[in-house]
């Protein structure tokens, strides 16, 4: 058995810092790199991906709205030819702080509220559908499974990388608790990792009402800024790695 682990980095902002990069950095194998609309600054950006290059980590655009306040968390009804765009111009600058640092960004995720948009939002999935093409095909992209945007992805040619959480508990249907509501955000290290092996042998985990769902992935993230984070990653990756299971990136790293 073969699973990737990926987090969420290069979120801080000038002196305003977030969550311990450096240290998720020596567990993961995927970084889910903040391109600068919903967080990180170009020096950010840049630290960001020459850490993931010298820890052999593969760098991946994490596309959001442009919503600094918010931090990407809140919904924006973008007309789609510019969310195209907007997405271009994000995977743009961070593949440039990547080829610097010796690399490339290796795939696209959506981030935060653009990521539960694009589960149902037909038109906005496709409007990122579009830039990932117009950007470079060859591009894997990663999202929620069952969602329109990894259905209209793969229609479109694009190689679909299905994600599931660590740390966050699901609905019924199979999709995220929404982070205002109870229980939404799971805290317990050893109980995730317990968690997450049951995912990686495709067994049924618990939704947030204690039914049975069925999760599929090919990834598995945890989020940077969530308390206690480095603890979770690393309780993760040492359950899998006593069951048997190598901790892998999904994608190519280094120069090509």
């Not at 820890?55 to 918010?70: C, E, F, S, T």
């Not at 190689?159 to 109870?182: K, M, N």
């Not at 947030?208 to 603890?231: M, Y």
Request: with cysteine; glycine share 10%.
């Amino acid at each position: 058995m073969r699973i990737d682990l990926n987090s969420d980095l290069g979120e801080s902002f000038g002196r305003w810092e977030l969550g311990d990069d450096a240290a998720l950095l020596s567990i993961v194998t995927s970084a889910n790199v903040a391109c600068g609309f919903h967080a990180g600054d170009p020096t950010v950006l840049r630290t960001t991906c020459e850490q993931a290059v010298e820890r052999g980590v593969a760098i991946g655009a994490q596309v959001g709205y442009r919503d600094l306040a918010g931090f990407g968390r809140r919904f924006i009804d973008v007309p789609p030819a510019d969310l195209t765009n907007d997405v271009l111009y994000q995977i743009g600058a961070l593949d440039a702080m990547a080829r610097v640092a010796g690399d490339r960004v290796r795939y696209v995720k959506p981030h935060g509220a653009l990521y539960n948009a694009i589960v149902h939002h037909e038109k906005q999935a496709a409007a990122v559908v579009e830039a990932v093409l117009a950007y470079d095909p060859g591009l894997p992209v990663m999202g929620l499974p069952g969602s329109r945007w990894l259905r209209l992805a793969e229609e479109a040619g694009l190689t679909v990388v299905r994600e599931a959480f660590a740390d966050r508990a699901y609905t019924p249907e199979g999709t995220l608790v929404p982070r205002g509501q109870p229980g939404a955000i799971l805290h317990d290290a050893t109980e995730i990792a317990d968690r997450c092996l049951r995912i990686v042998r495709r067994e049924p985990v618990a939704a947030v009402d204690g039914t049975a769902v069925p999760i599929e992935a090919d990834s598995l993230c945890v989020h940077g800024d969530s308390p206690g984070a480095v603890d979770i990653a690393r309780t993760v990756a040492a359950r899998l790695g006593a069951a048997g299971v190598a901790v892998a990136p999904f994608t190519a790293v280094g120069a090509s």
